[in-house]
């Protein structure tokens, strides 16, 4: 097991993937979990006491392990109770910009999340999915709700979804009524 250091700090966080949730303690330094999520020298994390559950009886435990692997580019998002586990958000944007919140919504292929989207500039699907290297983006005060499980049902201060792994986006404000589709 890795030894805690005093650049490294331990987070809870839930991992979800398209078939399994992991609960469990993450070492991260002291650019958070952003930073490590999308440090492009790293696949893969070591969560630390994790429990184990298949995201269809997601709290069912299948078991617990004092160490787990997982690779990052599987994983859909990662929710966490405080904000400030994130780590620094400032270094990231480049300096002073102006930011403004998007409620969004974002489906992927076994989950929909929404949230509140902090982004800088104009708003444009584009450049969300391709602006920066960084594929794990923060949502906050979101939920993560399975597509076909809806009792897998997390509310989150703080989340990280990948953007290889979405689907849609959508900016709530702009939602439409509408009939059933024909």
């Known amino acids: 097991m890795p030894e805690l250091n005093s650049t490294h ?14 609960v469990g303690k ?46 990052k580019a599987n994983l859909f998002a990662v929710c966490l109770t405080r904000r400030e586990d994130l780590g620094p958000q400032a270094p990231a944007r480049g300096g002073y910009q102006t930011l403004t919140n998007y409620t969004i919504r974002v489906t992927s292929q076994v989950y929909e999340l929404e ?7 104009r708003f444009e699907f584009a450049s969300v999915m391709g602006k920066g290297a960084s594929d794990f983006i923060a949502l906050y005060k979101a939920t993560l709700t399975s597509i076909l499980i809806p ?3 997390i509310e989150s201060q703080a989340m990280l979804f990948n953007r290889r792994q979405m689907d849609t986006l959508a900016v709530l404000a702009e939602k439409r009524k509408t009939g059933p589709i024909a």
């Not at 070591?46 to 392990?65: D, F, I, M, Q, S």
């Open 9 to 22: 700090r331990q987070i809870l966080a839930d991992f979800l993937s398209a078939s399994y949730r992991v």
């Open 115 to 121: 949230g509140s989207l902090e982004w800088s500039g």
């Open 151 to 153: 009792q897998l049902h």
């Open 26 to 71: 993450i070492m991260v330094p002291n650019s958070g979990l952003v930073g490590m999520m999308n440090d492009t020298n790293n696949s893969f994390l070591e969560v630390l006491n994790a429990k184990l559950a298949r995201a269809y009886t997601p709290t069912k435990l299948v078991g617990g392990y004092e160490v787990l692997g997982v690779a």
